[in-house]
């Protein structure tokens, strides 16, 4: 079962590290802001995994409320940046109807 667990942990990071490159790819040649605001949401669902994984590595709880806050954190940046993005396409002016 060892084996298998290994096989299993080191078979997540290979894919999470590939998810990462693929991302780093539409980061710079994202084509929108948007493209890159959901680019950065996705790294740092990225980020939470490979902590998750190396927690299940070594066995240990400690990273559960780092990963929580993370994620606490990513949600947060990613409403901001949507209202950020619409606030612009809207083309807010300073008078209010």
Same mark, same amino acid.
């Given at each position: !079962?060892?084996?298998?667990?290994d096989?299993?942990?080191? =078979? @997540?990071?290979?894919? +999470?590290?590939?998810?990462? @490159?693929?991302?780093?790819?539409?980061?710079?040649? =994202? %084509?929108? !802001?948007?493209?890159?605001?959901?680019?950065?949401?996705?790294?740092?669902?990225?980020?939470?995994a490979? *902590? =998750?994984?190396?927690?299940?590595?070594?066995?240990?709880r &400690? &990273?559960l409320? +780092? !990963?929580?806050?993370?994620?606490f954190? =990513?949600?947060?940046?990613?409403?901001g +940046? @949507?209202?950020? *993005?619409a606030a612009?396409?809207?083309?807010?002016?300073?008078?209010? %109807?």
């Amino acid at each position: !079962m060892k084996l298998a667990d290994d096989i299993l942990l080191n =078979g @997540a990071l290979v894919l +999470i590290v590939l998810a990462g @490159a693929l991302l780093l790819v539409r980061v710079w040649r =994202g %084509p929108s !802001m948007l493209d890159r605001a959901v680019a950065v949401d996705v790294a740092a669902v990225l980020i939470i995994a490979g *902590i =998750g994984v190396d927690a299940a590595i070594t066995h240990t709880r &400690y &990273y559960l409320s +780092i !990963m929580l806050v993370l994620a606490f954190l =990513g949600f947060t940046s990613s409403v901001g +940046i @949507a209202r950020f *993005i619409a606030a612009r396409d809207r083309g807010v002016s300073k008078e209010r %109807p």
